[in-house]
T-cell receptor
């Protein structure tokens, strides 16, 4: 059983640089979610996709953030002109098509540190 | 925005003790999930409760959903050091797909 995978696991970058993270969901799951988690807090919703369509975006997702899921399989989250406040764990989750009470399964996360 | 409040925020107990973690909201959720998270890893789903008043057991863990579907509790019996971790409750909004998480309860079980 292959779970959700994320790459890279860790990213250290300098302020002002662009970074891109990748998420590969569980293969039969059609919904994919991105969350952000800072130290000592629960995850906060950023955006989600149903197949290739981006259906909802949080106000946390500023115009420096963009997410894509071009073929309805893997997804990428890009942050442009990173700021120190972007330092966080970025989590991806996926969900089955139906009948699952929105049970979301998470990947291991990408830990971003902006210097 | 629906908010979930978890208590306590931190809990440090001795092996063999019992504990209860609470998750409260003023809003109704269509379902509620409990996750456990280890440092540097993503949350792992423990259970989903759907029906008001529902009780689910997972070995030494007992989960309850409030009758009004606004609150939930997690009770651990005879805690073990392996239970150490961050416990998160997350509600599914009635009109959406996103999960709304509580701030988490950091549990430490000392041997």
């Amino acid at each position: 059983d292959t779970g959700v995978s994320q790459d890279p696991r860790h990213k250290i970058t300098k302020r002002g640089q662009n970074v891109t993270f990748r998420c590969d969901p569980i293969s039969e799951h059609n919904r994919l979610y991105w969350y952000r988690q800072t130290l000592g807090q629960g995850p906060e919703f950023l955006t989600y996709f149903q197949n290739e369509a981006q259906l909802e975006k949080s106000r946390l997702l500023s115009d420096r953030f963009s997410a894509e899921r071009p073929k309805g399989s893997f997804s990428t989250l890009e942050i442009q002109r990173t700021e120190q406040g972007d330092s966080a764990m970025y989590l991806c989750a996926s969900r089955r098509r139906s009948g699952s009470y929105n049970e979301q399964f998470f990947g291991p996360g990408t830990r971003l540190t902006v210097l | 925005t629906q908010l979930l409040e978890q208590s306590p925020q931190f809990l440090s107990i001795q092996e063999g003790e019992n504990l209860t973690v609470y998750c409260n909201s003023s809003s109704v959720f269509s379902s509620l999930q409990w996750y456990r998270q280890e440092p540097g890893e993503g949350p792992v789903l423990l259970v989903t409760v759907v029906t008001g008043g529902e009780v689910k057991k997972l070995k030494r863990l007992t989960f309850q959903f409030g009758d009004a579907r606004k609150d939930s509790s997690l009770h651990i019996t005879a805690a073990q050091p392996g239970d150490t971790g961050l416990y998160l409750c997350a509600g599914v909004e009635t009109s959406g797909s996103r999960l709304t998480f509580g701030e988490g309860t950091q549990l430490t079980v000392n041997p």
